[in-house]
């Protein structure tokens, strides 16, 4: 326990620290830089920081969820899940830089949050681990949506890339129901829809 205890530490602090890269080409690769006024810059910019936010928490909730999970099947499904969402997150850094804006301020408080929720999801047993999975993705699918409503509609490098890790979210659902995830009880996902306002309210900003 301690030795993986140790390793997610060093996953936490790349993730936070370190620059993500994508063993996918970044979705926006072929695409050419809209005009965008300095307003919808600055909007675009704070959008993908929540979004960056959102891929910091994700990183974390696997490690935690990994690191107590007991199934080996759970485990391999929560590492190729975070193994997608680094690639999101360097997708996002990229194009924040791009728009001139920067990642949150706030990460380091997200990720610490978001391994502890991960770790008690994880020793709850893998059903409700794996329910724990498919509710944040399919709220992460959900938060992108809106995104793609607010983004300006000539930003085309932004809106492809929300739009595949829309897909990649959407998948990653599905697998956690094809693990055996039970559905959560409405109380815990009102709480995690609360977490989640709470993120992307701040991250938007700071």
């Known amino acids: 326990m301690l030795d993986r205890l140790i390793i997610e530490f060093d996953k936490g602090l790349r993730t936070l620290l370190a620059e993500a890269h994508s063993a996918r080409q970044h979705p926006d ?41 007991k199934n080996p099947a759970t485990v391999e499904a929560l590492k190729q899940a975070a193994k997608e969402e680094t690639e999101h997150l360097a997708w996002c850094e990229e194009r924040i830089k791009s728009l001139g804006g920067r990642t949150s301020a706030l990460n380091p408080l997200w990720y610490a949050g978001s391994f502890t929720m991960g770790a008690i999801a994880g020793a709850l047993g893998d059903k409700w681990n794996l329910g724990f999975l ?27 890339i929300v739009e595949q890790m829309q897909t990649d979210e959407a998948k990653h659902a599905a697998t956690a129901y094809e693990h055996g995830a039970a559905e959560l009880p409405k109380p815990i996902k009102s709480g995690m829809q609360l977490i989640s306002k709470l993120m992307t309210k701040t991250s938007y900003y700071l």
């Open 29 to 69: 690769h072929d695409f050419a830089e809209a005009t965008l006024e300095s307003a919808e810059k600055k909007h675009a910019a704070a959008l993908m920081r929540v979004n960056h936010s959102g891929e910091v928490c994700a990183q974390a909730l696997y490690s935690g969820q990994s690191l107590t999970a």
């Open 134 to 160: 498919a509710e944040t993705e399919l709220q992460v699918e959900k938060h992108l949506k809106s995104h793609l409503d607010s983004l300006p509609e000539q930003d085309t490098k932004s809106r492809v």
